[in-house]
């Protein structure tokens, strides 16, 4: 069942550089167009998918022969980089085969094949997962269609919750369900209220955004928070509402791979305000990979004191 009221009951207080997206996915997502969710225009909006598997329509300028294969040099050389510098910090690149939920377009040639979403993920897999040590309950913030939590939770006992835009947490909610669907790991979408959460290892929990504002002291079980590319392009309010969940649950790790430095109209500098209120930034790495977009962007592990 598509619980697609939950997009209607957001529309009224979301703002208004979601409000567009929101009424668009209202509109699109129908059970055929998330089956081929990552090769049709839903591509756009899932927040986690990179070059050449974005759906840009048909654009075979070079030819369709030279276009193919000029991706297929970008994924090898985009996968060779990722390997290179996790290698160069003394970390494991984890060459996951992509599931090919949802459609994507692959290329291949003899022995390689990839899409760019999941070189992407491998190498943010890579970068976390030596600092899940003892983690036992996560709260991922901007998780996209979920790609980076199915790597996470096949790979450790673990329980995962999400927090997303109502209509993106559709399209995860589609992904996750068939990732997981003759499996032990249980998908829980709510649509109504948080209370009851599942907290035991196995569960996967995906919350839309709306459902926060009644029900931010449901996260005291959450001993660490995951936020790829989204603190970045928050505002000093949205910001603050994290970082108050976040204390009054007394979570204890935030992983965090984004820019510290502003860069569009509304963003604000999240490190200084997490400064201001006692979370501490315990490692930070510098990316500075131009080519997965994240030039000027750091791996930063904060703890709240």
Known sequence: MIHKEIILESLKSTN?????????LYHAIDEENLKNFRNNELSYFTGALTYPDINKGVWFHRGIIRHYFGILKDLYVYKSRAKKFLKKHNLKYHD??????????????????????????????????P??????????????????????????????????????????NYYLTEKFRNTKIN??????????????????NIIPSILLDNNKD????????????????????????????????????????NRHAEKMEGETRFIEIFRKNGIKNQLSLNLDLDFFGLKNHNLDIFVNN
């Open 131 to 172: 600092h899940l040590n003892n983690t036992k309950s996560i709260l991922e913030v901007g998780a996209g269609f979920g790609k980076l939590c199915s790597l996470i939770v096949e790979n450790n006992n673990i329980n995962y919750n999400i927090v997303e835009l109502a209509g993106t947490s559709l399209i995860c």
């Open 187 to 204: 998908i829980n979408f709510f649509n109504q209220n948080l209370d009851y959460m599942k907290e035991e290892n196995g569960q996967i």
């Open 96 to 129: 996951f085969k992509d599931d090919l939920i949802g459609k994507p377009i692959t290329y291949n040639f003899t022995n390689f094949s990839e899409t760019g979403t999941n070189i992407y993920n491998n190498f943010m897999y890579s970068l976390i997962q």
């Open 16 to 24: 208004k550089v979601h409000e567009k997206v929101e009424n668009i």
């Open 218 to 257: 449901k996260f005291s079980y959450i001993d660490t928070v995951i936020n790829t590319q989204s603190f970045q392009h928050m505002d000093e309010k949205d910001i603050l509402f994290y970082l108050k969940l976040i204390k009054d649950n007394q979570i204890n790790k935030i992983i965090s791979i």
